[in-house]
């Protein structure tokens, strides 16, 4: 039977593995995370949360008012609800700590796609890691440290980077209003790096770029 989608919330299909991009906005898209030590926290408490639910990373990018990865899911994939609702108490507690506002709602509601075919999932990939570019906040993405085209830069092969950068973004329908209110913070880049997935044509595009697998969320927190 089908299921409605209430017109108050986004629907969330967390019910078949496979690939997901996910997308989430701060309530009233305020520029909560505006400073380098609030997207580091947010970036580290990312990386613990979604290696707890066993999500393998494929692309992130955080700014100071919103969030976008691409990752593969476990067999359960409504492990992902579990890991975003422990991301957002975890943040936000944090946050309304720094800035004395207990109890201040932080977070909005996400939004999941999942990617069925290639030349869905590839412009999509390009989509998050230019996000930055794309909002302005940065003229090379690979020089912003809360983002991960640095990673797919330097684990790709040229052939692969060419076909997804080849890739127009322009016609995606992704949720990702943005006002940027200050110049984005650039401290050094990171060095995190995401696990290959399990999906069968994800697996053979990894192959082909040559990309890694490693544990980049145990290496990444013992750096």
Known sequence: MAMMDWPHAPPHRLSEQGAYMVSCGTYGKAHFLNTAQRLDMLRSLFFDCLAEARWELHAWAFL???YHFIASSPADPGALRRALSKLHTLSARELNRQDNQPGRKVWFQYFDTHITFPNSYLPRLKYVHQNPVHHGV????ENYPWCSAAWFVRNARPAFRATVEGFKTDRLCVADEFVPEIPAPSP??????PCACPTKWIQRIHRAASWSVSAWAMSWNRA
């Open 64 to 66: 100071s008012n919103h």
């Open 188 to 193: 050094a880049e990171s060095g995190v790096k």
């Open 138 to 141: 940065a003229a090379c993405a």
